[in-house]
């Protein structure tokens, strides 16, 4: 009988536990000493508002809001009161224990709150990892994962990862880059498309067909070890529609809805110059910030605020557990402009010397400038973004045509010219992030037919002036692609040798083709010599006006000056060093820094300059 007994008491106490409650808890685990000690902890559960929370340890709860959703509660605790490094979160039912998380507080790395970020004297490199190099052909598919690989879609995942990116690290450092900026690498759980991130369905798990939380932890660490960096493409504005909190919101307004639209959908305007149009109505600016980037893509409401701190909490987690070296925010403009200020400055004042960079697509630099911290123009508006970057859209656009358009009194070289003019509108003229293409648009060398010249040019010039240089890749190998024939696919093509049976490899300078050699060499050697020159990184700019085709810059500070002369005429041109005596003054002589050449500058001297050709001189 007394077996009996036992037996029925430890069915019932199995029955009890079984009903598993806590199916997340997120962030999964946090860290102690961190300056702002308050930390939200969303639990999510079957009718887990209805059961009784406590913390093991005598553990305070400050607060705890419940929502309209009853499979949410958010337990606030200060973590500065918390003296043990692990605790229980007991969810209780009739006075019983019937389901726990064991949560962790962990020290921090030394020194993490004043980590390194990207700066200028940095070279970016953005991958899209599905199109980079396959290194694990095993998790090209997963069983918990809709969509599967296809590389023969265009549209497809093609099986690139993270352990493609490790393997080819060797070839990155010493092409000059140092910091990595991948795509979003989060899972993406949509049917279909995929492979490019935007549409995440976990904030906190790195998609298992590019690999895990570790290896993403290992590639950072990987990389800081050989003085780079990895930067995290972040998106507060949309999640995807299949992401777990779409599926079953905490709240309605944790998302724009529009009655009417099929799941809450009405498309974004995309005109997000009404954030500050003095002239613009409320229903465009709604449908603009409110409006959803795509169908699969419900717009987040961030002046909610448990999205705010959830947003705010997960961006410093990846920034913490995966040791990351800044962000780059995708679709900036389009979220609500006071809550993303409050987001970044609470980022910002964790980490001090973290960088952040916004993408703001418009063309006008007094655009660009209104969501740089303490811009003036912002000022005039009452706002400040507490962004630290911004990236120069302007220069991106005006740049190809300099270089395609007929030299008249306002084409061809004096746009870019134009374009450096309006240096004055950025509070931080060095913390912009200077690009001819990326992710997103067309390829530079399929506008120019796969001219050397032309992108010798281009990266001359976004190598030498002020900022931070992007670079997008394959374009050091000549890749190419057709965004308006073969669409966002065609530009995202597969870097050649990143998988095993590819019949050529770019990464291997080896076997490299001529053509990838000329574009590839050319780029190492000019990436190579910025990495030590404080002058690029942080000299002052005086530029001439453009004439016959050439534009002709110096940066200089008070120990060094550099000379870059672009001369995009399509016959050679003469530089007669007299015009520049003001930059030349005490100089007699000038290294060019890709031919290693000798050169006199000499006031009463001049030289020839090829056509379509750069000259970058370190003056002596």
Not at 138 to 167: Q, T, Y
Request: glycine share 6%.
């Amino acid at each position: 009988m007394k077996n009996k007994y036992i037996a029925f008491s430890l069915l019932i106490s199995t029955c009890v536990f079984s009903q598993k409650t806590l199916d997340r808890v997120e962030p999964a685990f946090w860290w102690k000493g961190m300056k702002n000690p308050e930390l939200q902890i969303l639990v999510y559960g079957k009718d887990i508002a209805n059961s009784k929370i406590e913390l093991s340890d005598g553990i305070t709860i400050t607060g705890i809001q419940k929502v309209e959703n009853p499979n949410y509660a958010f337990v606030t605790i200060n973590t500065d009161e918390v003296k043990t490094s692990k605790f229980k979160i007991n969810i209780k039912k009739d006075s019983k224990i019937i389901d726990t998380y064991t949560y962790e507080l962990k020290d921090r790395k030394p020194n993490s709150a004043n980590r390194e970020s990207f700066t200028s004297k940095d070279v970016m490199y953005l991958i899209m990892p599905d199109r980079f190099a396959n290194g694990d052909p095993k998790n090209d598919s997963s069983k918990n994962l809709v969509e599967k690989a296809n590389r023969s879609l265009p549209n497809g995942r093609h099986g690139g990862d993270l352990k493609g990116i490790s393997d080819n690290l060797d070839y990155l450092q010493n092409l000059g880059v140092t910091a990595l900026w991948l795509t979003p690498v989060n899972e993406d759980n949509e049917k279909v498309y995929s492979y490019h991130g935007y549409a995440q369905t976990d904030l906190y798990k790195i998609d298992e067909r590019y690999g895990s939380n570790e290896d993403y932890v290992k590639l950072s660490q990987q990389l800081n070890q050989r003085k780079m960096m990895l930067v995290m493409d972040y998106v507060t504005n949309h999640w995807g529609i299949s992401h777990w909190m779409i599926k079953d919101l905490p709240t309605k307004d944790w998302i724009h809805n529009f009655p009417g639209g099929e799941k809450g959908f009405h498309r974004s305007n995309y005109k997000t110059t009404t954030q500050f149009d003095t002239n613009s109505t409320e229903i465009d600016k709604k449908y603009a910030l409110d409006g959803w980037f795509d169908t699969t893509m419900p717009d987040i409401n961030q002046n909610n605020p448990l999205v705010q701190k959830y947003l705010t909490q997960n961006a410093i987690w990846w920034i913490e557990y995966a040791e990351l070296g800044g962000l780059r925010v995708d679709t900036y403009p389009y979220n609500d402009k006071e809550a993303m200020a409050k987001w970044a400055k609470a980022i910002t004042t964790e980490y001090p010397r973290f960088n952040i960079v916004g993408e703001a697509w418009m063309s006008n630099p007094a655009f660009i400038s209104y969501w740089q911290k303490d811009s003036k123009i912002g000022a005039i508006d009452g706002y400040n973004s507490n962004l630290p970057a911004v990236m120069d859209f302007p220069l991106f656009e005006e740049l190809p045509k300099a270089l395609s358009e007929e030299e008249s009194w306002d084409k061809g070289m004096v746009k870019i010219y134009n374009s450096f003019a309006s240096d004055f509108l950025y509070p931080d003229i060095n913390n912009l992030l200077v690009f001819f293409e990326n992710h997103d648009t067309p390829r530079f060398n399929e506008i120019f037919k796969n001219d050397p010249k032309s992108y010798k040019l281009a990266m001359s010039l976004i190598s030498t002036v002020r900022g931070i240089p992007q670079l997008y890749y394959g374009s050091e190998v000549g890749l190419a692609g057709d965004k308006a024939k073969g669409g966002d696919a065609d530009i995202r093509r597969d870097f050649p040798g990143g998988w095993a049976y590819d019949a050529q490899n770019a990464f291997n300078p080896a076997s490299q083709t001529a053509e990838q050699k000329v574009y590839h060499d050319f780029t190492q050697k000019l990436l190579t010599w910025r990495k030590t020159k404080d002058v690029i990184h942080s000299g002052k700019t005086k530029h001439y006006v453009p004439e016959n085709g050439v534009y002709a810059y110096f940066r200089y500070n008070e120990k060094e000056s550099v000379m870059v002369i672009l001369n995009n005429s399509d016959k050679e041109q003469k530089i007669d060093f007299k015009r520049f005596s003001e930059n030349l003054k005490g100089i007699s002589k000038g290294k060019d820094v890709i031919s290693g050449k000798e050169i006199s500058v000499n006031p009463e001297g001049n030289t020839i300059i090829p056509a379509k050709s750069s000259l970058i001189l370190e003056l002596k």
